[in-house]
């Protein structure tokens, strides 16, 4: 409960009594993320201000105006965060999501794409039809996902994020389902960026890093995933985390449906 003139409305005893000037409050912790607090704050229409507690003991409180002020400065922040090409979140929202990821006892999973020959394909048809491939794929990610708790992240090039706080019923096979979907999907539209000859022939001729001319075929997309939360806490920092995430990418783009997942320590294709 909360009252912007509480200690004045105290004094004053024409009121009556304390529920006639005392309204409800919503209540966050100190340690909470700040979308968490905002939408504890969004909940609930009549609210004036948000209580913060440590420990569950009282601190303080945020008011309206001030949560509006760093609404504002998120948002500013955030725009500057944003990839140009795709307009979607950059590292500093991505790192932020994984390190709360790997801190939560919640269900997560975090997914990593990178396109399979997006180099020879961006040298042969030119730059502007490899940003269409990278636009094209983020509106896939945009319109495939089904979680309201969720984050596309464009980690930069031809690579991307996807991050979900999942809900105690949301299962792994439902989200696998939404990654296969995706990596199916681009595999099939970016059909339409050949040629009639690489099309039909089913690769195109491109210079590989040594500088020799190579058959390349069809560009797709891999997908490594990470699920957390699934079975017991893991507990590993960042250079084990990048770590799995570079086996399940080399595993990922060897699989026959582009996808690598692990769970409890165990590789799944």
């Not at 929202?93 to 975090?110: L, Q, R, T």
Request: charged content about 25%.
């Amino acid at each position: 409960m909360y009252s912007n003139y509480g200690k004045s409305l105290l004094y004053n005893i024409t009121q009556g009594s304390l529920k006639n000037i005392v309204s409800h409050c919503g209540r966050a912790d100190i340690n909470d993320p700040l979308d968490k607090i905002l939408k504890i704050y969004a909940f609930d229409d009549d609210n004036d201000a948000i209580l913060i507690t440590e420990d569950e003991k009282y601190i303080g409180y945020l008011s309206s105006k001030v949560l509006l002020d760093i609404v504002n400065e998120k948002n500013i922040v955030d725009a500057k965060d944003q990839n140009p090409l795709t307009g979607l979140s950059g590292n500093r929202i991505i790192n932020e999501f994984v390190a709360n990821a790997m801190e939560s006892k919640d269900k997560v999973m975090m997914a990593y794409f990178d396109f399979d020959n997006f180099k020879p394909f961006n040298d042969y048809y030119g730059f502007r039809k490899g940003d269409r491939a990278i636009t094209l794929f983020a509106d896939i990610l945009r319109s495939s996902i089904g979680f309201e708790e969720c984050l596309i992240g464009h980690v930069g090039g031809d690579d991307f994020f996807l991050g979900w706080n999942l809900k105690e019923e949301d299962t792994f096979e439902k989200v696998y389902a939404i990654i296969l979907e995706i990596v199916s999907k681009f595999s099939e539209d970016i059909k339409s960026f050949y040629c009639e000859q690489g099309l039909s022939s089913g690769y195109i001729m491109a210079k590989n890093r040594e500088g020799a001319l190579q058959k390349f075929p069809l560009m797709t997309v891999s997908a490594a995933v990470i699920c957390h939360g699934f079975g017991y806490q893991h507990d590993f920092d960042d250079n084990e985390l990048n770590e799995i995430f570079g086996v399940l990418k080399k595993t990922a783009k060897a699989s026959f449906n582009h996808i690598a997942c692990v769970d409890l320590g165990v590789i799944k294709n």
